[in-house]
Nanobody, 124 residues
Framework: QVQLQEWGPGLVKPSQTLSLTCIVSGGSITTMDYWWSWLRQSPGKGLEWMGSISYSGSTYYSPSLKSRTSISRDTSRNQFTLQLNSVTPEDTAVYYC????????????????WGQGTQVTVPS
């Protein structure tokens, strides 16, 4: 079965770059038609879709985050990464990676297989 695991620092200082890696096992990130996504949930808020990368490497980003968000992949390691530049305390959240059965540009749960999530704190 496909499993996803987020990995990266739990604390990022303001103005620095948040960098997370999603480690995928039990399936290939190049399998046709799947999309690989990053989402987050801030305290008191719902899930927010940040962006996705396709099995072929195409990327799409949330308009509110696209100016400082980058998703890339390493097919040899079967991993994909999130970089979020110029972070502020408002970026404090639990960050998730997910495998999507299609391009889903919302934070809904249907059609997704999730990692367990990782807490990232940006102190004030």
């Amino acid at each position: 079965q496909v499993q996803l695991q987020e990995w990266g620092p739990g604390l990022v200082k303001p103005s620095q770059t948040l960098s997370l890696t999603c480690i995928v096992s039990g399936g290939s990130i190049t399998t046709m038609d799947y999309w690989w996504s990053w989402l987050r949930q801030s305290p008191g808020k719902g899930l927010e879709w940040m962006g996705s990368i396709s099995y072929s490497g195409s990327t799409y980003y949330s308009p509110s985050l696209k100016s400082r968000t980058s998703i890339s992949r390493d097919t040899s390691r079967n991993q994909f990464t999130l970089q979020l530049n110029s972070v502020t305390p408002e970026d404090t959240a639990v960050y998730y990676c997910a495998r999507d059965s299609s391009l889903i540009t919302t934070g809904g749960a249907e059609g997704r297989i999730w990692g367990q999530g990782t807490q990232v704190t940006v102190p004030s």
